[in-house]
């Protein structure tokens, strides 16, 4: 199913001067408009402050054709220059395969054909064994392949004599399987030749780029006498090289998983790059999607007067509507505010359409009433996968682009049906922290996770304190150096989530729109990556939680991730140090020692996923925590696995109970530099309770305040 009007933009974040382009599928009949907006308040529960998407059409409001644009999942090598290079006058084929679905339909090994007349060959893994197709000829072994095992499979054609063959052998035998074998047989006129690409994963299609995409992995396929493409080479690229006579290198669509165990490996070495030819295998699948390529439908140019901020392009049609979020950024060195804001992009992009199977009938009657984003990933399959869920073959999803409609990237996206509040994450939860800022008249610039991989601490120094949304769970090394290094220096950070600084990611020049992670050892994950995969193909450095490279979360902002639960929250109470001369301020106008029970994310501050203190992790010894949450019912919540040895035996030695808190902590750093930390993801949620006049409203307020030297006044 593909929604009726969606789009997305070229770029995640853009500066005044820069363009941006959208593109956009509409199924019409007529004609959709695009308005700009500013976001600021997404959640679209009634019960709360009105959403509030700021009408800026003085800036762009334009009309466009309908036009419906496809998205083609299905990842494949294709080697364009083989439509211009000839066959040897017989065909022998080989390659290295591991299938992952052997006993789904069709799915094509290699292949040169032309898909209107079925000229040229294709080498087809089948339920029923290796089949090689010549124009309307076709032969199979009538064996079936076992899942997830290697085999040498091989095929040929020579035309002149008629005769055909294609056999296929286990690299290792299994007992008792029937799964070798050859057959022959003879046709006449063989039609091997076609003047078009190769597929390797894939064949040419008359309806859509290719079809019968392979699940599974492949290595070493060649064709004799033409070409030889060795997937040990170029791991960190799009690119495959061809170490045959005709140097037909070629160029992998749709983003297929590299830096994979091969045929070869065998257990000693585990970093590709110290080994490349045993991990010289390309894992493909059928629902792998990069970048959609969708045509520009129209390009804005940002004004040189235009504020930084979160905006969206508003899309409507008949009844469909849809916005496109974007972020303007200020010019490296000219601030526009005192406080920055750091949107995290990487975040949003790894969870991005998370299809989660909770879309059931009362959700959608909410999500309708609500007029909440209607498109939802459970429903809207064609656009790609998160790398919270497993691919089709049950491998786990280890890249995620921009460069398509990112459904959960909306402003108004609903993840949960929350009973006590509106159920939002990431970008819509992190609204409640624009939308407080705007209410409490706090002047901010927003600074991407992106922006901050690029340009380093040089684009925090020049503001006197940052804040973080909700979940700023994925860091690169770039982005943490940048953070470290402008606390040390005198920069005041706000931690105003739970999970953040957890997993690490990569980036590639080579790959455009891509993030990507390897869900290695530990930690709570959706899928586990396979021994001796640990290692990213975009940047070599060994994947999974930044506490597995000695960098946990505590070293930067005090506290590092401790238990998980349902989507519920529980409240803090403050501790003695809240109330003493030092920290007295941060409480300032706080009417309750236990506050926090209410709020739009589970009805309370502290839940979902909590933070707490632990100096043997590197919470400097000068943190102070100034309220921990109570109240959590341990069926709720489970301590994560990385701080678990047994059934009841913890890595610190407290109690599963004693770990399932959230610590909220401040330190004091060099240079007047100081740190802030929360240590929930429900914590913003509970900003906009009472109209923005709450306690946790208030104690946010006085901390950014002083971090920021605003000299402003509680407005209530």
């Known amino acids: 199913m593909t929604s009726p009007l969606t789009g997305y933009a070229d770029r995640v974040s853009v500066r005044t001067g820069d363009k941006i382009g959208f593109k956009v599928s509409s199924v019409g009949p007529g004609p959709y408009s695009a308005m700009l907006v500013r976001i600021v308040r997404g959640d679209p529960n009634p019960g709360g402050p009105a959403q509030k998407l700021e009408d800026m059409s003085d800036l762009f409001d334009g009309r466009f054709a309908s ?27 080989e390659a290295l395969i591991w299938p992952t679905l052997p006993e789904d339909g069709p799915q094509t090994v290699i292949s040169r054909r032309d898909p209107a007349s079925g000229a040229g060959f294709a080498l087809v893994l089948t339920p029923d064994g290796m089949a090689l197709e010549c124009g309307g000829a076709r032969i199979v072994t009538g064996r079936k392949l076992r899942n997830r095992a290697w085999y040498r499979v091989w095929a040929s054609a020579d035309p002149e004599s008629g005769v055909m063959r294609v056999g296929q052998q286990p690299l290792k035998r299994a007992y008792a399987v029937d799964d070798e074998g050859e057959a022959s047989t003879r046709a006449d006129g063989l039609a091997i030749e076609a003047a078009q690409p190769l597929l390797i994963g894939a064949e040419a299609a008359t309806d859509r780029p290719a079809g019968r995409c392979f699940n599974g992995k492949i290595e070493a ?11 040990a080479r170029r791991i960190g690229t799009l690119e495959v090289e061809d170490t045959g006579p005709n140097g037909l290198h070629g160029r992998l669509v749709n983003l297929p998983t590299r830096a994979m165990k091969g045929a070869a490996w065998a257990g000693p070495e585990r970093d590709w790059k110290q080994a490349p030819d045993q991990y010289a295998a390309i894992h493909f699948h059928d629902d792998d999607l990069h970048d959609c390529g969708w045509a520009d ?19 409507r049609c008949g009844p469909h509507r849809d916005v496109i979020p974007f972020f303007v950024r200020p010019q490296v060195g000219k601030p526009q505010a005192k406080v920055c804001y750091i949107a995290s992009t990487f975040t949003y992009q790894v969870y991005g359409n998370f299809s989660r199977g909770l879309f059931n009938e009362p959700f959608r009657e909410r999500v309708a009433a609500w007029k909440a984003a209607a498109n939802n990933p459970d429903d809207n399959k064609d656009y790609g996968l998160s790398t919270y869920n497993f691919h089709r073959d049950g491998s786990g999803v280890a890249y995620s682009s921009h460069l398509r409609p990112l459904l959960t990237w909306r402003p108004d996206f609903m993840t949960f049906f929350d009973e006590a509040g509106s159920g939002l994450r990431h970008l819509p939860a992190d609204t409640h922290l624009t939308g407080w800022l705007d209410r409490m008249g706090i002047a901010f610039d927003v600074v991407t996770d992106h922006d901050l991989h690029d340009k380093g601490v040089d684009i925090l120094k020049s503001y006197k304190v940052v804040m973080t949304g909700t979940h700023p769970e994925y860091h690169t090394q770039q982005t943490l150096d940048a953070l470290q290094a402008y606390t040390e220096t005198g920069g005041r950070l706000m931690y105003l989530g739970g999970n953040g600084f957890y997993w690490r990611v990569a980036l590639s020049d080579a790959v455009p729109g891509a993030i990507e992670v390897r869900r290695t050892e530990g930690g709570i994950r959706t899928w586990p990556a396979e021994p001796g995969e640990y290692y990213h193909s975009f940047d070599g450095a060994y994947g999974g939680l930044w506490r597995r490279s000695d960098r946990p979360p505590n070293l930067l902002c005090g506290i590092g991730f401790s238990s998980q639960g349902l989507f519920v929250g529980d409240a803090f109470r403050q501790t003695a140090a809240a109330r003493d001369n030092h920290h007295a301020w941060v409480f300032e106008g ?22 707490r203190l632990d100096h043997r992790l590197g919470s400097p010894l000068n943190a102070v925590v100034l309220a921990s949450s109570e109240g959590h019912d341990r069926k709720e919540f489970v301590v994560v696995h990385e701080e678990r040895l047994g059934f009841n035996t913890t890595v610190p030695g407290q109690t599963l109970e004693e770990l399932i808190r959230a610590d909220m902590t401040y330190i004091e750093k060099p240079q007047g530099g100081a740190v802030f930390s929360t240590g929930s993801i429900t914590y913003c949620g509970s900003l906009p309770h009472n109209k923005y006049d709450n306690d946790v409203s208030r104690l946010t307020f006085n901390v950014v305040n002083r971090f920021g030297e605003l000299g402003l006044k509680w407005p209530f």
């Open 67 to 93: 036009r419906q644009q496809h998205a083609w999942p299905g990842s494949y090598a294709r080697i364009e220059g083989a439509a211009e290079a000839r066959l040897p006058a017989a065909l022998s084929v």
């Open 221 to 231: 396929p060649r064709v004799a006498g033409y070409a030889a493409w060795d997937f």
């Open 297 to 315: 439908d129209f390009v804005f140019t940002v004004p040189r007067e235009m504020k930084s901020g979160v905006y969206g392009m508003q899309l």
């Open 590 to 611: 706080v009417k309750d020692e236990l506050f926090g029970g209410y709020g739009f994310s589970g009805g309370g501050a502290a839940g979902f996923e909590l933070d």
